[in-house]
Each structure stands twice: as C-alpha cells, then as structure tokens.
C-alpha cells in the first residue's frame, strides 16, 4: 500500500468511526491543486541539472495552505500528496487556522554544494511563487531543507513580488524573520504530549528507557531535550546506523561526531547496530524520527517499546498501528506528535505579520498550550469512540474541518488540477 493510501485509510476508517458526512470526506479525498514542474539548474562544473518538483495544495477550509518542502531522492507525487494530506489534519489536530500542503523536490543534498542548492531553491521559487504566497500557501522546512534554505526561499520570493514578505516561508533564521523555538519545535511539541501522557500514567522520566530513529530536524533535538529532562537514551540512529547503549548514551557526544564526520556511529560511545535492530530494541519509548513506512506488516511484531512517538510523518503503516495497539503498544501519532513544528510555524507567521517579535519563553508556553489542550481534546475522542489515538486524532481534526466546510457552504474548497510540465 502506498502512503497516500494508507493516509486515505485512516481517513476512511475514523470517517466511518465517527458518522462523519460523507461529501466531507470525499471532498477531503482529493487534493485540491497539484503542481508539477521541472527546474533546470546549473550546475558547478557547468552542467544544465533537471529536477523534478512537486508543491501539493492539499484544503484550505480552515486557512491557507501550509506545509514544508523536503529535498530527497525518492520524492514522488504519492508521497507529496500523503503529506499535503497529512498537514491539513495536523493543522485541524492542533487548531491553527491552516489547511495543509507540501511540497519535494527530488534531489540528493548530500552530493550538492551549497551554490547548486541555493539556485535549485530559488529555480523552485520562480516556478511556484504564482501560487503561493503569506495568505495563501507557507511553505517551510521538511527532510533535508534547512532554514538557509528558507531565507533564500523568502529572499527570491520577495524579489520577485518587489516587497519585503517574510510571511511566505517559516523555519527561516532567526536574523531574516525567524522565531525563536521553531528549529527545535517538532522535538519540543513531542516532549510536551510525551511529558503529559507521562504525568497522566504516573511514569517518570528518570527511569525511561527511550530509543530514537533519526537524527535530523527532529531526532537530534529529541534526544538532546529528552535527555535534558532525565529521559535514558538508549539509542540513536541515522540513516547510516546506529547506536545503543543500555546504560544511556550523550547525544552531545553523538552530535559533534556527526558534525565532524558525518555519521551518529563516528562517535565511540555504545554498539554499533543497524536501523532495523534499533527498532527492536526493548525498550519504554521509540522515538520515529526518520521517514515514513518504518514500522510496517513485516517488523510490527518485533516491536518492543511500550510507547511510540511519531515526530516523523507517517512512520507506521495503518496495519501496525491497528496490531501494535491491540497488542498494548501506544502509538501517539505523528499529526499530533510532530505538530509543534507547524505550530510554531504558526507563531513564526504571526511575528511576521505583527512586525514584533516574541522571547522564547512566551514561544514555548504557547507551544506547550497548544500540544496539552490537542492531546486531551484526543483522548476525549478516544473514550467516545474507544480507539486508537490515531483514529481519535483523525477524528478531532475532522471535527473541525466538517464544521468549516459547512458553516463555508458548498463553494468551498474547489477542486482543480494544474499540471504544468
Ligand atoms: N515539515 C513540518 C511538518 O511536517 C513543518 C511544516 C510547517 O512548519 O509548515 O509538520
């Protein structure tokens, strides 16, 4: 199953679940634009490189369109299409007055200098500047995009509109229009929802065992905030391997070996194992902070962790989740998990719109709000429909938006494809 279908399963199922209307659900089926281009981009020893670029407007019922941009190899519409899905429930999840895309670009940073990334940026800006914009699509990071990326995103963006529009992008440094908080944002969302469901199960921190996925935007940030609040980090991994230690490993340590040479297992600490041991490990927590389809049909069973975060967007396939819930595992799921990214995000948008900026204490008791009142309005579905959070979530969010749609009437949310390639 693809990702967008397993988005459009759990979509069906918490429709089902919930009695939810369906020319809602069909209207939430499809996405409303899909942009399609190809960006020439030259480059360093002269070449004319070709990438192919997706931006996907998923709804905008409750708001613009909003959602980040990932530079990878294996980008294709489906998943694009998955995400854009995605980020309209999370925005819904949470209560930000946003609908959801998502944008890609297929490309390998790792192997682009940073001149060939800043002209593939500013290519991706001119061919879909027309259709985004502060009030109408907010692009921001996602994998392998960096808030470097973004400031040339706002700097191309506000060239070509001949104003200064730092509102059209989030995740941009801190000097161009960024907030304070948004760089560890999704980690620190994931912290909060974490710490509460903590407080809620009497479960305290100093004696949990937590694994993490991921070593990213959002893992690196994870480990070094769970480790801070006396969490036990038993493994880190990176898209090379990982680590684990049962005694706890420094995610300082990990993180200037992977600054230095590249790679969390460059760092003497704990064994050296690979991904799929890492995700097998007994342990309290699993932290998901890599990519998608990471527990799937056919490793589901060796999963031991009592929790699961998701901080990355659609890491367990809907057969996992419906198996490992049965079986006791909580998976709290990415559209609540990760959704702190977005929301501050949100704050960034609105610092830029006030032309004033917020200390980080005010940025993280908002946050903090916002996760806490998401994850009870949750767990309230949840008793109501005895499932599985993910389903409470799928239902919370679509609460909201059936209520948008229909309090906007039947002109809303128009559907039209523009295929420009
Ligand atoms: N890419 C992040 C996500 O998947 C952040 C999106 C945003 O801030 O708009 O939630």
């Known amino acids: 199953m693809s990702f967008y279908e397993n988005t459009l399963k759990n979509m069906n199922k918490s429709a089902k679940l919930m009695n939810l209307d369906q020319e809602t659900l069909d209207t939430l089926s499809h996405p409303q634009k899909t942009l399609m281009v190809n960006l020439p981009v030259r480059m360093d020893d002269g070449r004319m490189e070709y990438f192919e670029a997706y931006r996907v407007q998923h709804s905008e019922l409750r708001g613009p369109f909003k959602g980040g941009v990932r530079y990878f190899p294996q980008v294709d519409l489906d998943e694009v299409k998955a995400l854009a899905t995605e980020m309209t429930f ?52 996602d994998m392998y995009t960096t808030p470097q990326m973004m400031a040339w995103f706002m700097d191309e963006y506000s060239r070509l509109v001949s104003q200064y529009r730092p509102g059209v992008v989030t995740g941009k440094p801190i000097e161009v229009g960024g907030s304070l908080g948004r760089g560890t944002a999704t980690a620190q969302g994931g ?28 893992g690196k940030y994870a480990a070094e905030i769970l480790h801070s609040m006396s969490y036990i980090i038993t493994g880190i991994s990176d898209s090379k391997g990982g680590l684990y230690s049962e005694g706890g490993l420094d995610p300082q340590c990990i993180d200037k070996a992977k600054q230095e040479k590249g790679t969390v297992q460059a760092c003497n600490l704990g064994t050296p194992i690979t991904n799929e041991e890492l995700l097998e490990k007994s342990c309290d927590v699993l932290v998901l902070a890599a990519m998608e389809n990471q527990v799937t049909e056919e490793n589901m069973k060796n999963i031991k962790a009592k929790i699961i975060l998701e901080l990355a967007n659609g890491p367990t396939t809907a057969e996992a989740d419906e ?13 609540l998990a990760n959704a702190g990214g977005v929301t501050v995000s949100y704050f960034e948008w609105l610092q830029n719109h006030l032309m004033y900026y917020w200390p980080l204490e005010e940025v993280q008791t908002k946050l903090k709000r916002v996760m806490i009142e998401s994850l009870n309005r949750i767990l309230g579905f949840q008793q109501k429909y005895n499932s599985t959070m993910r389903m409470a979530a799928y239902v919370s969010a679509f609460d909201r938006l059936d209520k948008a749609k229909k309090l906007r009437g039947s002109g809303a949310h128009l559907r039209c494809k523009v295929y420009n390639k």
């Not at 912290?191 to 065992?209: F, I, Q, R």
């Open 323 to 335: 198996y490992l819930t049965k079986n006791g595992t909580v998976v709290i799921p990415d559209i």
């Open 90 to 141: 999370k925005c819904a999840v949470v209560g930000i007055p946003y609908g959801g895309g998502k944008g890609g670009v297929c490309c390998n940073t790792k192997e682009m200098s940073e001149g060939e990334l800043e002209r593939l940026t500013r290519k991706y800006v001119q061919a879909i500047y027309q259709v985004i914009g502060p009030e109408h699509d907010i692009p921001a990071p």
């Open 191 to 218: 912290a909060y929802v974490l710490e509460e469901y903590m407080k809620n199960n009497n479960m305290d921190a100093s004696t949990t065992k937590v694994v993490i996925q991921g070593f990213g935007n959002a």
